[in-house]
């Protein structure tokens, strides 16, 4: 008897082992565009590469991570500019930009991103439009302890931008489906921001994200669905700053920098377009059920999405400068609260505490790759009902970085009638303690990620 507890013991060890490593082999139901049997397909191991990097430092995520930033003791609202350091977040900001481009000055290295994006470097009089992920936010007063990008960080990337040169009336701040309280848009405009612009979800009001009828969402897959189009703001920018939170999501799994894109969107449901525009079924493990509301469901792998679609838009991944994941406060899924239990992450290296990080990138897939490995790896996550094992969540980066032979065989074209071309780089790390991945490791192709501060 004693002997067959023991085997059983030994079993359960290896599958928690293997686990730590490698994701879980999820399970394939038909797919919508093939007619073949369900199969299983096993998520790639650690430092197993798709695409090609790209930026200044191509595949270079870097991760600034400082518990000082966040001094929140769980009374009030969790983002109330006093609950977090500015000038420590100033720093972690601006010495991320200089690793990413890899210059020691902040305006050298901006000037770096920029001019890989353009070619000709920032000039004065182009506009830039931030996406930040208010999604939290329902009215202006803010009185919530939901999870949106932290305040801190928008005022901070508004800093930096205004000192390398940017005038603040050529920068506007947008979520065209949500709020941004006012508390929040006066810590944004005050001192030398004044000029920045807001444009979010306000019905015949001043602010109010207008729709660019010129500039339709054209999907690379044809469905049923209403028109939905693209912000001005967003048309008129000549770069784009795409930041998005690092979060898990009950019904897609995660919702990073690719899906931070659902608030850019316009038709008439504005609250919920990408409801109207019907593209919820094209995103990873989800369902609409009239009558019972949103419901989890296996979502086929190698099959089209419209993340891709996201990260291949010329008007959208084409014209971003910059990707950034907010993770000084995380709220574990969409709808959950901020509070001061169940936010703090207990995986490496925060043992406990905030997670009080910066990820940035001028690769999406890169650095969504990286979001996703830290988020499967904190037991916070799943535990709020996220599903990130059985899940093919990850559908749409292995798409991106699959790009022009996709596991679906899906022709993605970048919104404009052109075929897309490989938007970035995707590998898991290799594990979760030393958390490196090719580039670190010497190889030539792959991501890398930069440490600083604590991370280190």
């Known amino acids: 008897m004693k002997s067959k507890i023991s085997a059983v013991i030994a079993v359960l060890f290896c599958v928690l082992l293997i686990g730590a490593n490698v994701f879980v082999i999820r399970s394939c139901v038909i797919s919508t565009q093939q007619n073949a049997e369900p199969t299983a397909v096993p998520t790639p191991a650690g430092n197993q590469v798709l695409g090609h990097g790209t930026g200044v430092m191509p595949g270079r995520v870097v991760w600034s991570y400082e518990p000082d930033a966040v001094r929140w003791n769980g009374s009030g609202y969790w983002w109330t500019p006093s609950n977090f350091n500015?000038?420590?977040?100033?720093?972690?900001?601006?010495?991320?930009?200089c690793a990413l481009a890899n210059k020691s000055d902040v305006n050298e290295a901006w000037e770096a991103l920029f001019n890989y994006k353009s070619g000709h470097g920032y000039k004065a009089g182009?506009?830039?439009?931030?996406?930040?992920?208010?999604?939290?936010?329902?009215?202006l007063s803010g009185a919530t302890n939901a999870g949106f990008t932290c305040p801190m960080v928008m005022r901070v990337l508004l800093r930096s931008l205004v000192a390398f040169g940017v005038a603040p009336s050529d920068i506007t701040l947008f979520d065209a489906t949500r709020v941004f309280p006012t508390a929040v848009q006066e810590l944004c405009t005050e001192g030398e921001l004044a000029g920045v612009r807001f444009a979010y979800y306000d019905p015949d009001g001043p602010n109010d994200c207008i729709a660019d009828k010129s500039e339709p969402y054209v999907w690379s897959l044809k469905f049923e669905g209403e028109t939905t189009y693209l912000p001005t703001c967003v048309t008129e920018a000549t770069y784009l700053i795409d930041l998005a939170s690092l979060k898990g999501h009950t019904l897609t799994g995660v919702t990073l920098s690719a899906k931070n894109h659902f608030g850019t969107m316009i038709n008439s449901n504005r609250l919920n377009a990408p409801q109207a525009a019907n593209i919820h079924k094209f995103v990873a493990a989800n369902d609409f059920s009239a009558g019972t509301?949103?419901?989890?469901?296996?979502?086929?792998?190698?099959?089209?999405?419209?993340?891709?679609?996201?990260?291949?838009?010329?008007?959208?991944?084409?014209?971003?400068?910059?990707?950034?994941?907010?993770?000084?406060?995380?709220?574990?899924?969409?709808?959950?609260?901020?509070?001061?239990?169940?936010?703090?992450?207990?995986?490496?290296?925060?043992?406990?505490?905030?997670?009080?990080?910066?990820?940035?990138?001028?690769?999406?897939?890169?650095?969504?790759?990286?979001?996703?490995?830290?988020?499967?790896?904190?037991?916070?996550?799943?535990?709020?009902?996220?599903?990130?094992?059985?899940?093919?969540?990850?559908?749409?980066?292995?798409?991106?970085?699959?790009?022009?032979?996709?596991?679906?065989?899906?022709?993605?074209?970048?919104?404009?009638?052109?075929?897309?071309t490989c938007p970035g780089v995707h590998e898991h790390w290799n594990n979760a303690h030393d958390k490196q991945y090719s580039r670190n490791l010497g190889a030539e192709e792959g991501i890398e990620l930069i440490k600083l501060g604590k991370a280190k």
Request: charged share 15%.
């Open 126 to 139: 182009e506009k830039i439009a931030i996406k930040a992920n208010m999604n939290g936010c329902g009215d």
């Open 86 to 97: 500015e000038t420590v977040i100033r720093s972690m900001l601006d010495d991320s930009v």
């Open 293 to 420: 509301g949103w419901v989890w469901s296996q979502r086929p792998a190698s099959t089209y999405t419209v993340l891709t679609d996201i990260a291949v838009n010329s008007q959208l991944g084409g014209k971003t400068v910059l990707f950034m994941l907010d993770g000084m406060v995380c709220a574990p899924n969409q709808t959950a609260q901020v509070t001061y239990d169940g936010s703090r992450w207990s995986s490496e290296p925060f043992n406990g505490g905030w997670t009080a990080s910066l990820f940035i990138s001028q690769d999406s897939i890169a650095l969504d790759s990286v979001g996703i490995d830290f988020l499967i790896n904190e037991p916070s996550v799943p535990a709020s009902g996220v599903k990130l094992t059985n899940s093919t969540f990850d559908n749409y980066i292995i798409e991106a970085a699959s790009i022009p032979n996709p596991p679906s065989g899906t022709v993605y074209y970048d919104g404009h009638g052109h075929p897309a």
